[in-house]
């Protein structure tokens, strides 16, 4: 007999994208430039959790992948995913084909089911308007034609690509004009470096890495620590390398010659996001380059210290290093260490940055209470008119006394003697 069908009681998909690339990017929050949480297989079954314009978060019913995360229902026009009826449905549908036509005057009847999610297309107007054109040529001619979003990633295009093309991800360079594509990259460096808008669109050159190279860069991606063990030439491999540290900074002690690519710029910003203070390992050059400088402070305050002099003496870049820690400011230009406002900065972080502020300012009234707010057992070092100041009493006494004994934080520069 006839089973009876089920209402619906959630919204199934199936991933019908990226079977020649691995599988559809999954991204950790909803943002299309979010992190990367992985790839979510061809043909795994997802459970819609919520939906946002041409975004889904799911959460995964069987298949390889991420268990949930946000992805995209198209790229470029190509769907990734396709809805699946509920699961009751789903499964007496199965039923039916088994069973043969219902039978005729049969007392079951179908219960209703919810509607139909809202079409797979659904992009918002403006990210509709700000599409732009990307023609992709090989060297020996055209391939295809995406519309991409500004806010993509090269993620994002290369997915886009594999989708269009054929070619999997991980064997793609795309370069405009003379410059190469990172994969850290922005789509907007894309459209700066080849001067291209979304009127105007912009045309990309696809070059087909070596087969042995996109193997390592996959295993490199899922597995850091496999570059240890490869041959010489995979480990001199930049890309490779990249790739590596990409996933994990310590990947860069598992390259051929360590010294020589931190002197690469890609490679040392990759290392620098995740581990500021290697900042020491990069080349002087590198040290004087104001994004590779403030990439490694806004991880590690500290890193200042490795800095170039013109850019210790860099108020932006002091002021970003002093938020991250406060006694980074003992290795800031001697004009900065008076700058009041970098002072408050560093001291409202860190009470221990006031030992190293110019002595006018450690004479402060607001940076004085600023410090004692954060460590109550400063008050009594402080001139006897501010000692006795009601609103620095009232910061300190706001706090739990320090214990005995205290000891500043490591690289403060302060001795506990001299506090």
């Not at 005057?105 to 079409?119: K, R, S």
């Not at 991800?169 to 990259?185: A, K």
Request: proline share 5%.
């Amino acid at each position: 007999a006839r089973r009876p069908r089920v209402a619906a009681m959630r919204q199934l998909w199936e991933v019908v994208g990226g079977r020649c690339s691995g599988g559809i990017v999954v991204r950790q929050d909803r943002g299309i430039a979010s992190p990367c949480e992985g790839r979510l297989a061809h043909r795994a079954r997802i459970e819609e959790l919520e939906r946002v314009g041409n975004r889904l978060h799911y959460s995964k019913v069987y298949g390889d992948g991420p268990r949930s995360g946000w992805i995209s229902l198209t790229v470029a026009g190509v769907e990734l995913v396709a809805l699946v009826n509920d699961i009751g449905a789903h499964q007496d549908e199965e039923a039916d084909r088994a069973d043969g036509p219902a039978e005729q005057g049969g007392h079951l009847e179908a219960a209703p089911v919810e509607a139909e999610a809202a079409p797979l297309h659904t992009v918002g107007e403006e990210a509709a308007a700000e599409a732009v054109e990307i023609r992709v040529c090989s060297l020996s001619g055209g391939v295809c034609t995406v519309m991409a979003q500004p806010s993509w990633s090269m993620e994002d295009l290369k997915e886009a690509i594999a989708a269009a093309t054929g070619v999997p991800r991980l064997v793609q360079r795309l370069i405009v004009g003379s410059t190469e594509l990172r994969c850290t990259d922005h789509f907007n460096k894309a459209l700066q470096a080849g001067a291209g808008s979304a009127a105007g669109g912009l045309e990309l050159t696809l070059v087909r890495r070596p087969p042995e190279q996109a193997v390592w860069l996959e295993r490199v991606a899922a597995d850091w620590k496999c570059l240890k063990g490869a041959p010489e030439e995979v480990r001199s491999d930049r890309d490779v390398v990249l790739a590596a540290v990409q996933a994990d900074w310590r990947a860069i002690w598992h390259s051929l010659k360590p010294h020589l690519f931190m002197e690469d710029r890609s490679v040392a910003l990759a290392v620098l996001e995740q581990k500021g203070e290697l900042l020491q390992h990069a080349s002087a050059r590198l040290q004087a380059d104001r994004e590779v400088v403030l990439t490694a402070v806004q991880q590690d305050g500290k890193a200042l210290m490795h800095a170039s002099e013109a850019l210790r003496a860099d108020r932006s870049v002091v002021l970003r290093a002093v938020r991250r820690s406060g006694t980074a400011i003992q290795h800031a230009a001697e004009a900065l260490r008076a700058d009041r406002e970098v002072a408050l900065e560093a001291v409202r972080q860190s009470a221990w940055a006031r030992a190293h502020l110019a002595p006018v300012l450690q004479a402060d009234r607001e940076i004085f209470i600023a410090a004692v707010a954060h460590r109550p057992d400063l008050l009594q070092e402080g001139p006897p008119a501010l000692r006795a100041d009601r609103d620095a009493v009232l910061a300190a006494v706001g706090k739990d006394a320090a214990p005995t004994g205290s000891r500043p934080p490591p690289g403060s520069g302060v001795s506990s003697a001299a506090r």
